[in-house]
C-alpha cells in the first residue's frame, strides 16, 4: 500500500492508556486521529437505542449508517454499551464494514489509529506498532476517576472492584473471539504504564516512533 505519511497502530486493552496517547501523539505529530473503539460503541449504542439485541441481531446495516455525530455521542462509554460493544466486535458483518472504513480514513493522509487490532489487522503493515498495557488493577482506577469518582467516596473499593472484574471479563472475551482477537503483534512495542503518568507515556512513544521513522528513511 502506497501511502504518503506514516500510520501508527496502537494497540491494547480498555483504560491502559492508548487513547490519550493517540490522540496528544496525533497531535504532536501533526496526524489525524481514529479512536477505533468508538466505532463499534457507536454501532453498539445505536442498536441498543433500536431495541436491537447485539448477541442476536447483526449490525452490519447499523455500522455502515454511522456518520461522524454517531462518535460526538456523550453516552458511549457506559456499562451497557460496553458489554454491547463487546458483543459487537464478534460481528463480521460489522467488523468488515468498519475495517473498510478505517482504511479508507488512513490510506492517503496517514493517521494515528487505536483499537485492538490495528497492528494485526487492521495495517499490519503499518510504519510504527505501539501496544499499552497496565495491569487491570490500575486500569480500574483510572476508569474508576474517569467516571467521575471520588478518592474519598466510602464505596470506592467496591466500585474500582466491580469494574476491574468487568476489565477482565472483557479482556477475556477480546482476546478469545474467533475473528481479530486481541494481541500484541509481533513486531510491536509494548509500553506498560502502570508507573507513567501521560507525559511520560507521551514521551516514550514519541522516542520509540520517531526512532522507528528515522530508521525507514536510512
Given at each position: ?7 501508527i ?20 505529530l ?18 441498543l ?56 480514513f488512513?490510506?492517503?493522509?496517514g ?10 489487522v ?24 474517569q ?18 472484574q ?18 500484541m503483534?509481533?513486531?510491536a ?9 501521560a ?5 516514550e ?11 525507514q528513511?536510512?
Amino acid at each position: 500500500m502506497t501511502r504518503s505519511a506514516p500510520v501508527i497502530a496502537v494497540d491494547g486493552p480498555a483504560a491502559a492508556g492508548k487513547g490519550t496517547l493517540s490522540k496528544r501523539l496525533a497531535e504532536v505529530l501533526g496526524l489525524p486521529h481514529l479512536d477505533t473503539g468508538l466505532l463499534y460503541r457507536a454501532v453498539a449504542r445505536r442498536m441498543l437505542d433500536a431495541a436491537m439485541d447485539p448477541a442476536c441481531s447483526s449490525g452490519e446495516t447499523v455500522a455502515r449508517a454511522l456518520v461522524p455525530d454517531d462518535l460526538k455521542r456523550t453516552d458511549l462509554r457506559t456499562p451497557d454499551v460496553d458489554a454491547a460493544a463487546s458483543l459487537v466486535a464478534r460481528d463480521q458483518g460489522v467488523r468488515q464494514a468498519l475495517v473498510d472504513m478505517q482504511r479508507l480514513f488512513a490510506r492517503a493522509q496517514g493517521a494515528v489509529l487505536d483499537g485492538r487490532d490495528i497492528g494485526t489487522v487492521i495495517f499490519p503493515d503499518a510504519d510504527v506498532k505501539l501496544y499499552i498495557t497496565a495491569s487491570a488493577r490500575t486500569r480500574a482506577v483510572r476508569r474508576y476517576m474517569q467516571n467521575g469518582g471520588s478518592e474519598t467516596a466510602p464505596d470506592r473499593e467496591a466500585h474500582i472492584c466491580e469494574i476491574e472484574q468487568a476489565l477482565i471479563a472483557r479482556d477475556h472475551a477480546d482476546s478469545t473471539r474467533a475473528s481479530a482477537p486481541l494481541r500484541m503483534a509481533d513486531d510491536a512495542v509494548k509500553i506498560e504504564t502502570d508507573a507513567l503518568n501521560a507525559a511520560e507515556v507521551l514521551a516514550e512513544a514519541l522516542r520509540i516512533t520517531k526512532a522507528a521513522l528515522e530508521r525507514q528513511k536510512a
